[in-house]
Nanobody, 118 residues
Framework: QVQLVESGGGLVQAGGSLRLSCAASGFTFSISTMGWYRQAPGKQRELVAAITSGGSTNYVASVKGRFTISRDNAKNSVYLQMNSLKPEDTAVYYC????????????WGQGTQVTVSS
């Protein structure tokens, strides 16, 4: 059974930091691209950051220099360190796992709320 369990969300003041964690199970984590997406009320879900099995990363422009994605294959976990948070970062953050090879898959976690107060 595939599971992606996020944790670490919460309420923080602008300028503060949070670290999101996602614990994965039920698939081969080490060969998956892992990502963090977010969805704010009334907006489409967007990719925030992703990291490939080889460690290559990419970020949406609005978080570059503030957020860092990392992974620990030994713990089947992916992290998102969020610094200098802004009110516009407020959203539900979702962990995502995508296959890099066939058979293809695309898994989602249940989401964790991040609220940044001004």
């Amino acid at each position: 059974q595939v599971q992606l369990v996020e944790s670490g969300g919460g309420l923080v003041q602008a300028g503060g930091s949070l670290r999101l964690s996602c614990a994965a199970s039920g698939f081969t984590f080490s060969i998956s691209t892992m990502g963090w997406y977010r969805q704010a009320p009334g907006k489409q879900r967007e990719l925030v950051a992703a990291i490939t099995s080889g460690g290559s990363t990419n970020y949406v422009a609005s978080v570059k220099g503030r957020f860092t994605i990392s992974r620990d294959n030994a713990k089947n976990s992916v992290y998102l360190q969020m610094n200098s948070l802004k009110p516009e970062d407020t959203a539900v953050y979702y962990c995502n796992a995508k296959a890099e090879w066939r058979p293809m898959y695309n898994y989602w976690g249940q989401g964790t709320q991040v609220t940044v107060s001004s």
